[in-house]
């Protein structure tokens, strides 16, 4: 379904880019959960770093998740961003909730990261062959914040070894 608007992008340009922003919101939203699921649970010599690195990933993905939302409703799309849409349509890994320590947890968040970083640079390719600029720059600066998270995530991998 599109709502009616007057912005100069074809309805089948918008339902495209619409699907593309739709798959990038839904593992945001995962992402966004599986980052304070981190926050909230970890334990050990390094918790403070990690709980409030893991904090960090969580604000920052809220950020790129309402952006992210806000250009679909922007092209005249709907925004799925349901706990019950996210859970069966997220392609994100599972995030265990049996994880306590440092390690298991950034082990399981870099993962999480990298695979939603990929697919947004998949969908970066997808916005630039729909012609969106827009969308294409959202997308980007989603894309270098990530890549971003994931080196501070990754760090405490490399440090504890
Ligand atoms: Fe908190």
Known sequence: MLHPTKIDISE????????????????AIDLKLQSKQAHWN???????ALHELFDQVAGIV???????AERMTTLGGVAN??????????NLPA???????GKDHVEA?????????KLVRENIDKAAELGDADTE????????GIDQQLWFVEAHIHAES
């Open 109 to 117: 968040l870099s993962g999480s990261i990298a695979a939603f970083g």
């Open 62 to 68: 809220e950020g790129f998740v309402d952006e992210l």
């Open 12 to 27: 089948e340009k918008r339902i495209a880019l619409i699907s593309v922003l739709q798959g990038t919101l839904t593992e």
């Open 81 to 90: 961003g349901t706990i019950g849409y996210v859970a069966e349509q997220t």
């Open 42 to 48: 970890v334990r050990g010599p390094h918790f403070i």
């Open 95 to 101: 995030y265990s909730v049996e994880l306590v320590s």
């Open 137 to 144: 720059d959202l997308l980007t600066e989603v894309s270098r």
